[in-house]
């Protein structure tokens, strides 16, 4: 006879550490700057939220199951097969799809000391092992992740570029990684960032998936689309794992405005060149004015930067915190991704930007 008395979870999952976003509000302050979370200041395109409104007119009507209309506009986009496309409820979704079909109890997954939070949930609740691997000088170590690849090994998650670092993985180290990596263990290049990056040596994986059997991309309209709400996300990949994931995925994962905006926003290639020459601008001032003042700045090629502080008593990312949030400026607390005593920072718009360099300026100043 069954000796529980309640229902209880299967092991693993009360292990779990239940993912905490950036904080939105700063309580009795007349205006904010939301920094926490990495959206673009620009918005969406015009041309997004125009089909989005014309989308809503039909709302008791249900999506399209196998969202074609922005599975085409990715593919045309980035002159891909729309067959290998998978979009998904957020990339977060997709990430987890690939954990519950590919990993189970007694699997390893492999992640970074500073990756996204989401691997070792999605990792946990498949009844897997996570092991995380460390990095170097906030980098991404690939010798490090071959190291730690066992037979257990089944998938490894690597953010290229890196969250909350704001470094990367050059395209010839990417290659490196995947030709030692038993031909069984899917590679997730997580590349929510890659339309930020510009360098000759980033690849965000297109290439990579296009060529073997063992490698996914996954990319997100949260950023530089500006469709953070609507919550659409995409993975690129080799058909035999596309067809996996998508005989388990959710029937209609993608509500209809979110795929009507999605397909109109990645077509708009103007917008989101304004968005990224924004970014380019303004990530190189803030990185020069805060390494300025005396504060240590991570090197980063998305749209935010980790801002690293004294560990002296009144200078700590914790008083920043607090002072910053008094003046309507949040930042994200980084502390569960190994960093307790700094803040990233998104590069907003030139008000958001230059009254945190102001703020930060007085709070490094004499006290």
């Known amino acids: 006879m069954n000796a529980l008395t309640k229902p209880t979870p299967r092991p693993g999952v009360l292990d779990i550490a239940a993912y905490v976003p950036g904080k939105e509000h700063a309580a009795g302050v007349a205006r904010v700057f939301k920094l926490s979370s990495n959206e673009t200041p620009l918005g969406p395109s015009p041309n997004a939220i125009e089909a989005f409104r014309t989308a809503a007119e039909r709302l008791e009507v249900y999506p399209d199951g196998q969202a074609r209309a922005l599975r085409t506009a990715i593919a045309e ?81 690597l953010a290229n570029p890196g969250n909350p670092t704001g470094t990367y993985v050059p395209y010839a180290e990417i290659k490196r990684l995947q030709a030692a990596l038993p031909a069984h263990v899917i590679l997730v290049l997580d590349a929510a960032y890659a339309d930020y990056v510009r360098r000759n040596d980033y690849e965000a994986g297109i290439e990579l998936v296009s060529a073997n059997r063992n490698v996914v991309m996954t990319r997100t309209f949260s950023k530089v689309y500006g469709l953070a709400a609507l919550r659409i996300g995409w993975v690129y990949g080799p058909a035999e794992i596309i067809d996996a994931l998508d005989r388990v995925r959710g029937p209609f994962n993608l509500n209809t405005p979110a795929i009507a905006a999605g397909a109109a926003a990645i077509r708009d290639q103007a917008h989101t060149a304004r968005a990224v020459e924004h970014n380019q601008v303004w990530l190189a001032k803030v990185s020069e004015a805060l390494a300025g003042i005396g504060l240590a700045v991570t090197p980063s090629v998305a749209n935010f930067v980790l801002i690293h502080f004294p560990d002296v008593d009144g200078y700590r990312a914790t008083d920043a915190d607090d002072f910053l949030t008094a003046r309507g400026f949040i930042l994200r607390a980084v502390k569960s991704y190994g960093f307790p005593n700094a803040l990233r920072m998104t590069i907003g718009s030139e008000e958001a930007n230059l009254g945190v360099i102001a703020a930060l300026t007085e709070f490094m100043g004499p006290r």
Do not use: M, W
């Open 77 to 157: 986009v980035h002159g891909l097969n729309a067959d290998n496309i998978l979009c998904g409820n957020g990339s977060d979704e997709l990430l987890g799809l690939l954990a519950h079909v590919y990993l189970g109890p007694g699997d390893e997954g492999i992640i970074t000391a500073h990756g996204f939070l989401v691997y070792r949930i999605q990792i946990l609740a498949a009844g897997a092992t996570p092991v995380t691997v460390e990095e170097r000088d906030q980098r991404v170590d690939v010798d490090a992740i071959l190291a730690a690849v066992t037979e257990k090994t089944k998938i490894v998650f």
